[in-house]
């Protein structure tokens, strides 16, 4: 058997979102999800797997102040707030694909999807390309399964001379060996955060994480740490650029379960990482499933910072104008002992 038919069969995905159904690590699913695509259009369904579109995580006031001159409302789906694209943002919507490509030397899995102008009350039309790059590779006698996830958006349509594109992907991870996180191991590669309001807007201040050191271990108890925040690796915004796919691949998060066995790591070529262990999941019993509850995962989402498009330092690193495009790479990778 090939080690790429190898690496293919431990993913599945669905045209929703392009969302990651199934990552699996020997015969454990370690990403949260659900058997029939049909439950993923449940409300209760907290964005499992999906890829999420067109701005990521919050705008402060369901409101983008000042764009090609102007401002725009959104929809205000998160307190007064905007979240994740909005109330169909793009994790919401059926992509166009698989396509199996050759990038790069590799082959990939291509999905697409197309937003128009005014989608959400985002202004212009934007293409976005998504390549999925499934890899088995051995290291040290290890055998380790990888999911490289690559985004490409351009702005197609002439409506307007630019817009805002912030993509990530929002699948939630359990390493473990039960139904929550409890005792699996963390190891964070920064816990300076944006810290934020009572809205979970950012401040401007940017400080460590309290009881969450950087690069030593620690354990995730049954409710503590609780994390929902933007935990920052580039501490220098202006360097950050539209397209972050020529920057180095860095490591955000490595995971370990003694139960389980699975290590499990995230790296990414952009700035920040929101990190959630899923303290609000609240998904009942369905489609055969048992209920998902409180810390019955965690997500690791690579982005932007939080709201830098009402912010007149970050607003570049998600305005993207004509001519331009919007890029990042980030890989999921796990292992067992």
């Known amino acids: 058997m090939s080690s790429a038919k190898k690496a293919s069969d431990a993913f599945k995905f669905l045209p929703q979102g392009a969302l990651i159904q199934e990552f699996l690590l020997g015969t454990q699913n370690i990403v949260l999800s659900f058997p029939s695509p049909a439950s993923y259009k ?74 128009k102008d005014g989608e959400e009350g985002y202004p212009g039309t934007v293409e976005l390309r998504l390549w999925y790059f499934m890899g088995v590779e051995k290291e040290g006698g290890v055998e380790k399964t990888s999911l490289e996830i690559e985004y490409e958006v351009e702005l197609v349509g002439d409506e307007v001379g630019e817009t805002v594109v912030g993509v990530t992907n929002h699948s939630y991870f359990n ?6 996180l409890e ?8 816990n300076l955060h944006q810290v934020t309001d009572a809205h979970d807007i950012p401040t401007g201040a940017i400080e460590p994480f309290p009881g969450m050191p950087a690069n030593e271990d620690f354990t995730l108890g049954a409710k503590e740490p609780d994390p929902d925040h933007c935990f920052i690796l580039n501490s220098d915004p202006a360097t950050v650029k539209i397209d972050t796919r020529q920057e180095p691949m860095q490591r955000m998060i490595s995971l370990y379960h003694p139960g389980s066995k699975i290590h499990f790591e995230t790296l990414s070529t952009e700035p920040a990482f929101q990190f959630y262990t899923g303290m609000g999941i609240d998904v009942p019993e369905m489609d055969g499933m048992p209920a998902r509850g409180p810390r019955s995962g965690m997500c690791i989402e690579a982005s932007r910072y939080v709201n830098a498009v009402n912010e007149e330092k970050l607003r570049h690193m998600v305005v993207l104008k004509k001519g331009e495009k919007f890029g990042s790479r980030t890989i999921y990778r796990g292992w067992k002992d």
């Open 42 to 115: 449940s409300p209760r369904n907290p964005f499992f797997g999906e890829n999420i579109g067109r701005l990521a995580n919050r705008v402060s006031g369901a409101r983008i102040n000042n764009l090609n001159g102007k401002s725009y409302d959104l929809a205000a789906n998160n307190g007064p707030n905007s979240l994740h694209g909005g109330k169909e943002g793009w994790g919401k919507k059926d992509f166009e694909g698989p396509e199996t490509v050759e990038r790069g030397g590799r082959e990939a899995m291509l999905w697409k999807y197309l937003s």
């Open 183 to 190: 005792g699996t191991v963390v190891n964070l590669a920064t």
């Open 175 to 180: 390493i473990s060996d039960g139904p929550t």
